[in-house]
């Protein structure tokens, strides 16, 4: 997964992408960049790490023009080296144009061998480059004509920014998969994965750019123009950035993430009541369905693990003895709260279970009598071809062990997850959702070959 910001018109362009890649932080933690343009040259910043490491003063001043877009990356595709680090760039007879990418094409492999086999040399294993070069091969005097017929070859999701000399140019794909929005600071405009980074830089929320639309902006003006087909495209929003992957501050897909929370909590106490002593949260994760589930039940809600918010790297090589220390500095359970209780946890989701089951052993450990988990939604059974990293079906325990078989492993007294009915009945538009995690049904053709790393052994 990937975070994503544009900036046009605007004399803070690159200062003004950096604080909303701040705010993007949590959407890829691996790398980030900024690309920015000056009326003759692109600029480019971009370095592996967190956003307040990957940049400092002299790069940020290094980034000159009002046109900038930004990238924080989370590998989805190609390994986590420094050439594939985003925004990506190419210049094409004399003419420069940058691409940054959320999402994961699915007609990646076919073509990458289409453009291989007509000359294109890649830099990168990443699918965001086939963009660039798709682009370049058609280059056309009329701009819609030629995004149109670019990113209409594109299959499964997408949600795009591109730096074309002066225009700042940004896409989705007709399913909407991922989330891109707009917005305004004073009269420039801005796009952005999530609501969230426009609220830090104090930017008006305008709309969610929508699915299948591309926007052209330049000199305080927008355009917009559609993929053929959009209007018809039963939409397919990623159902886990409700769940989990946005922040709740922010609004996506016409729902604010909190709120939404707070409902799948409602409805999984619904669903699972336990008569508890109290109901908790795994930090952050699980705070905010924690709090509609007490709600619900009219259960006290504790904090009985703090989180430190303060760990970067580890320079102590872990003995057996310190063997889960990075996992505890991050999380500390609070045995005073937890002795002798019986309680109820509650978790946003669960993919391979080895978290859980060290969180739960930490519980145990400070002296809690009785552990009851819930989940805010279903079992994930299936991998996500669309974005998130959701490892091969063999490594989602939900896919090979029943819900017992789980609870045994993760060592709970009790286990249940959410409905697949029950979550879309708390979604505003129900209807509009991708759910393949949980059962399978793809509504995009997923691809033949799907290792992350396809393009490397290419
Ligand atoms: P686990 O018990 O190991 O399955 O970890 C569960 C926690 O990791 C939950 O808070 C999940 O939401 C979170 N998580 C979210 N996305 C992923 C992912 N792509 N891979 C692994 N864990 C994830």
Redo the contacts with the bound molecule.
């Keep these: 997964m990937c975070g994503i910001i544009g900036v046009s018109d605007h004399k803070e362009a690159a200062n003004i992408a950096f604080l909303g890649l701040y705010a993007l932080q949590h959407r890829g933690e691996e790398a980030a960049g900024i690309a920015s343009y000056d009326g003759k040259n692109i600029h480019l910043t971009k370095s592996a790490g967190l956003v307040a490491d990957a940049f400092d003063e002299d790069s940020l001043k290094s980034l000159k023009g009002k046109t900038a877009i930004g990238h924080t990356r989370y590998s989805t595709t190609g390994s986590s080296n420094s050439k594939n680090i985003q925004p990506f760039l190419v210049t094409h007879r004399n003419r420069p144009m940058a691409v940054a990418h959320n999402g994961n094409l699915t007609n990646t492999e076919e073509l990458y061998r289409e453009l291989e086999g007509e000359g294109s040399i890649f830099q990168t294993t990443m699918d965001s480059e086939i963009v660039v070069h798709l682009l370049a091969k058609a280059r056309n005097g009329n701009m819609k004509k030629w995004f149109i017929e670019v990113l209409s070859q594109l299959k499964g999701a997408f949600s795009l920014v591109f730096l074309v000399e002066d225009v700042l140019v940004g896409a989705r794909d007709p399913q909407g998969f991922r989330p891109l929005c707009l917005g305004k600071i004073d009269q420039s405009y801005i796009l952005a994965s999530e609501s969230c980074a426009l609220d830090l830089i104090h930017a008006e929320f305008i709309r969610e750019i929508d699915p299948g639309e591309i926007v052209f902006i330049k000199n305080n003006k927008i355009e917009s123009a559609y993929l053929p087909g959009w209007k018809k495209a039963k939409k397919a929003h990623c159902i886990?950035e409700n769940?989990?992957?946005a922040r709740p501050d922010s609004n996506i897909f016409n729902e604010n993430i909190y709120q939404v929370r707070k409902r799948l909590g409602r409805q999984l106490a619904k669903e699972h009541p336990v008569k508890a002593d109290f109901a908790m949260s795994?930090p952050d994760?699980?705070n905010y369905a924690a709090i509609g589930y007490a709600q619900e039940l009219d259960l006290p809600f504790e904090v009985g693990i703090i989180r430190n918010h303060y760990i970067g790297r580890t320079f102590i090589q872990p003995s057996q003895f310190l063997r889960d220390f990075r996992v505890r500095v991050k999380l500390n359970p609070i045995k005073n709260v937890l002795k002798g209780k019986k309680i109820v946890v509650i978790?946003?989701?669960?993919?391979?279970?080895?978290?859980?089951?060290g969180?739960i052993e930490d519980l145990k450990r400070a002296g809690a009598k009785e552990i009851h988990m819930r989940i805010s939604c279903p079992p994930i059974k299936f991998p996500c071809f669309y974005g998130?990293?959701?490892?091969s079906k063999k490594e989602l325990?939900a896919s090979s062990k029943s819900v017992r078989e789980t609870a045994r492993f993760?060592k709970v007294d009790s286990l249940a997850y959410l409905s697949l009915k029950g979550m879309l009945s708390v979604m505003k538009n129900s209807g509009n959702y991708c759910d393949a995690c949980f059962t399978g049904k793809y509504p995009v053709p997923i691809p033949t070959n799907t290792s992350k790393y396809l393009l490397e052994g290419a």
């Excluded at 978790?347 to 089951?357: K, P, Q």
């Excluded at 998130?388 to 490892?391: A, T, V, W, Y």
Aim: no cysteine; glycine share 8%; proline share 4%.
């Design positions: 886990f769940i989990y992957f795994i994760s699980g978790e946003d989701s669960i993919v391979r279970g080895t978290t859980s089951r969180r998130i990293d959701f490892p325990i993760i």
